[in-house]
C-alpha cells in the first residue's frame, strides 16, 4: 500500500530483468557458435574498454550491429556469445579502447559510456542488460591475459566464458564482485552520505565491496559502522543488481539502525546524515528547497529510498 501515491508508478531498475536466454548449453559448441554468428538475425553491441559504439538514430540511438557492421569498423579484440533474444543470437564484440575511441565524432556513429546511455536514455531500456553483461565479460577478458597461476598467456574458449592456461591447464571463469548497498534507517529518518565522487547536489545511500569470508548482512554493518559510525541490527534483503563499473553486483538491503551519533569516515565520505522522509521525498522529486538530490532511477539506491519510503521494507 504505497503511502506516498506523488511518487507515482515505480520506474524500471537499470542494467536488470535481462530478456535474454544465456543459453550456456551452446557454449562448448565452436560450430554451433559460428553459425549462430552468421545468422541474419545475429547482433552484436560494441564496446571499447569503457566506451559503447551506437549507431546514430532518432529519437533513440541504436546499440545493435550485424557481426559485419562489426567487423567493418575493426577486429575484434574478444567476441562474448551473451545469449539468445527469442532465437537471435546475440554478442558482445570487443575492440581495443582506441579502436573506439576513434570513431568518435564520426559521422553516423555515437561514442559514450554506459552510465550516460542509462541515465539519459539513449537507446531502448531492453537493450541496458546486455549491454552489461558485454561489457562485464569483455573487461574480464582485458585484465586476465596471462595465468594467475603461473604467468602464461591464457586463451578464451566456451564462446568468451572462460579463459584456459594452456602451460598449467588452470581454467579462469568471468568474475563478478559483490557489493553491499544499504539503507539504514530509525523510524522517520535514514542515512545518506556524499561520496567525494557525486555530483555537488547528490546523497546517496552508504555501499562497500563485501570481503572474503564475509556475509552480507555482516558487510552491511561494518560499512555502516565504518564509513558513518552507525551500528546496525536487523538487515534486511531488498534486490540486486548488475553494476557493470567494472563488473559488480550490488545487493540491496535495509538495515535498522540502532544508534544515532554520526562519525564520518572523510577518507571514504565527504559527508553523512540523517534525512526525515518530507526531505528525501522532496529530493526523489527534484523539489528539494536546497536543491538536494537522491540517485536517479537507473540505480538501486533509488529503489531502496523509496521502498523505505513507501513502508516496503520488512523493518519496523
Ligand atoms: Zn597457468
Known amino acids: 500500500m504505497p503511502s506516498r501515491p506523488e511518487l507515482g508508478p515505480k520506474p524500471p531498475l537499470g542494467y536488470a530483468q535481462s530478456r535474454i536466454e544465456r543459453a550456456a548449453e551452446l557454449r562448448p559448441d565452436d560450430a554451433v557458435i559460428a553459425r549462430l554468428m552468421a545468422q541474419p538475425d545475429a547482433g552484436a553491441y560494441v564496446i571499447g574498454g569503457d566506451s559503447i559504439v551506437l549507431k546514430q538514430g532518432a529519437p533513440l540511438q ?111 571463469f568471468p568474475r563478478t564482485d559483490p557489493v553491499a548497498i544499504m539503507l539504514a534507517s530509525a523510524g522517520e529518518q535514514c542515512l545518506l552520505g556524499r561520496s567525494p565522487r557525486f555530483a555537488p547536489t547528490m546523497w546517496s545511500c552508504l555501499a562497500g565491496f563485501i570481503e572474503p569470508g564475509e556475509a552480507i548482512e555482516d558487510a552491511v554493518r561494518r560499512e555502516t559502522r565504518e564509513e558513518a559510525g552507525i551500528s546496525c541490527g536487523r538487515v534486511t534483503y531488498f534486490r540486486s543488481q548488475p553494476w557493470p563499473f567494472p563488473t559488480s553486483l550490488m545487493i540491496g538491503c535495509h538495515a535498522e539502525a540502532l544508534t544515532h551519533d554520526i562519525v564520518v569516515d572523510r577518507a571514504e565520505l565527504e559527508d553523512a546524515r540523517w534525512f526525515s522522509k518530507a526531505e528525501v521525498e522532496s529530493m526523489l522529486l527534484r523539489r528539494h528547497p536546497q536543491g538536494l538530490t537522491a540517485p536517479p532511477p537507473v540505480a538501486i539506491a533509488h529503489h531502496l529510498i523509496r521502498a523505505w519510503l513507501e513502508d516496503e521494507i520488512g523493518i519496523d
Request: with cysteine; charged share 20%; net charge neutral.
Open 62 to 172: 541504436e546499440p545493435l550491429f550485424t557481426l559485419a557492421e562489426a567487423r567493418a569498423l575493426h577486429a575484434a579484440s574478444e567476441t562474448v556469445f551473451l545469449g539468445l533474444l527469442d532465437g537471435a543470437a546475440r554478442f558482445g564484440y570487443g575492440l581495443p579502447s582506441a579502436a573506439a575511441e576513434a570513431l568518435k565524432g564520426h559521422d553516423g556513429y555515437h561514442v559514450t559510456d554506459l552510465r550516460s546511455i542509462a541515465v539519459h536514455g539513449l537507446v531502448a531500456p531492453e537493450h541496458l542488460p546486455p549491454i552489461a553483461e558485454a561489457k562485464a565479460v569483455l573487461h574480464w577478458h582485458q585484465r586476465h591475459r596471462f595465468c594467475p597461476n603461473c604467468g602464461a598467456p591464457t586463451q578464451a574458449v566456451q564462446a568468451g566464458w572462460r579463459r584456459d592456461c594452456p602451460a598449467c591447464k588452470a581454467e579462469h
